[in-house]
């Protein structure tokens, strides 16, 4: 009698070594093309672009900034609509909460609201009132929704302080896009 004894090995392989290619379509288009689009409204131009970005501009033709003891308003809050500075598009295909904040590249000499960025949803309901003054302001934008902004510059015309030949209203407008909205 002959016995054959057989061992039978059983094991588990793991990967040594792995490659995966993904194609990535990352095109950089201008702001108006964006998946955040700011595209320029009504406001002839002292809103326009350079470089591809949208861009807000008092020093334009031969003007070396805004008059001192003035307001500028760039849209029309009652008809924002029609009437603009620019707009802000979600050409994501979902929702998105943004955030909007102005900060200026100096301080002025005053506390007052001296520019003033007033964002309108479709409606005509204001959503975000953000100025140099303020801190960031947050609305919701569904996929494909259009919001318009106004944009007033109160040298001292208005509600605010006269300021004078040297302050500077300068700086970033910054907007931020949170992908956890519901």
Known sequence: MILVITAA???TSAFTAASVDRSANIDVVADQNGLLALTDGTSGPLVYYNDEQL?????????????VDAEFVLGDANDSKDEHAFTVTNNDGEAHDVSVQYVATQT?????????????DADGDAVATLSEETDAQSFSAGAGETF?????VDTGHGVSEVLGSGDDLSGTLSFTVDDNAA
Do not use: P
């Open 148 to 152: 318009y902004v106004v944009v007033t």
């Open 108 to 120: 002025d000499s005053n506390d007052d609201d001296n520019v003033e960025f007033v964002v309108f």
């Open 55 to 67: 861009a807000i501009d008092f020093a334009q033709g031969t003007a070396t900034g805004a008059n």
């Open 9 to 11: 090995s059983l094991s």
